[in-house]
């Protein structure tokens, strides 16, 4: 008797486990709650795709005033090659790049706290790891030449170190 009640206990909950299964697939399938919270929709959404139009129209602005070009035949040429080529081609350094940029969304940065987009704490903690940043780049890549000039890295793993994730 008792290993008859212990048959058909677990039978209840294997087929327990099975349903429980097929019902949170299902649920997942049309987007209902999932675990502990909703679906998440994919990533970019309305105010992340405002930055990166913001980004790249900034980034145009200044090539533009850099080399006295139109923003369109900027534009035209960002569309066709990646950034790395279109300062070079342009005979542009990028460290002055990089500064000039810096400028552009320091002064961005003080007009949004001018006209209340960002309080004064929001515009010191973005400068701050603004800084953070340019000095970890500046340390790895003064890490990653002192790397190729003794030998301890390759000059093909120095770029994969250097280059951005894509």
Known sequence: ???????????????????????????????????????????GGGLMLLAKYQQKNLMVQVLSEMTNQSAEAIEAKLKEQRMRTVLEDLGIEREAFRTAMHAKISQRIKSAVANRSITAEQEKEILEKMENRSQRREIMSRLVEKGVADGTITQEQARMLMQKPR
């Open 1 to 43: 008797m008792k290993t008859k009640h212990t048959i058909i206990l677990s039978c209840v909950v294997v087929v327990g486990i099975i349903f429980s299964g097929l019902a949170l697939a299902d649920s997942q399938a049309w987007g209902e709650r999932r675990g502990l919270g909703f679906k998440r929709h994919h990533s």
